[in-house]
């Protein structure tokens, strides 16, 4: 038998945590609907693409990438790369994720680029903000 004081302990703890529920479906429910998550997405698969051929391009090669992402964040991991929003970190839920083909790449962390720059000199390819 419980008493009376603990049921409305239950009920509050209900209650609250309900509340942080239907709070987090509403957040990202709003963050899918909005075209930041396709676009993430696009510019992961994008990327992938591109280190994929340019790991199979002989000589040197020097690309500036044409889409937007100054608020983003690019994790370069290994063989994957992660797109994300720069004010969420890597935390974000909705962040843009693609592995692409060939040798694994050194870890590069760029945040908030002006605009990104592709550079492939022998085998090595790195990312930058210029």
């Known amino acids: 038998m419980q008493k009376r004081g603990t049921l409305v302990y239950k009920a509050l703890i209900t209650l609250i ?3 942080i529920i239907v709070a987090s479906f509403v957040t ?3 963050k899918y609907g909005s075209a930041e998550a ?3 997405q696009a510019v992961a698969n994008d990327l992938a693409l591109i280190l994929t051929e340019m790991q199979a391009m002989p000589g040197d090669l020097t690309l500036a990438y044409g889409q937007d992402v ?3 964040g690019i994790l ?6 992660l797109i994300y929003s720069a004010g969420l970190g890597r935390t974000d839920i909705i962040a843009g994720k693609a592995a692409f083909n060939g040798k694994p790449l050194p870890q590069t962390l760029i945040e908030r ?3 990104l720059i592709i550079i492939k000199k ?3 390819i790195t ?4």
């Open 70 to 72: 100054s608020r983003y």
């Open 122 to 124: 022998g085998d090595a």
């Open 127 to 130: 990312l930058s903000s210029a």
């Open 17 to 19: 945590l309900s509340a």
């Open 76 to 81: 370069l991991s290994g063989n994957s790369i």
């Open 28 to 30: 990202v429910g709003n």
């Open 38 to 40: 396709p676009h993430k």
């Open 113 to 115: 680029p002006s605009s």
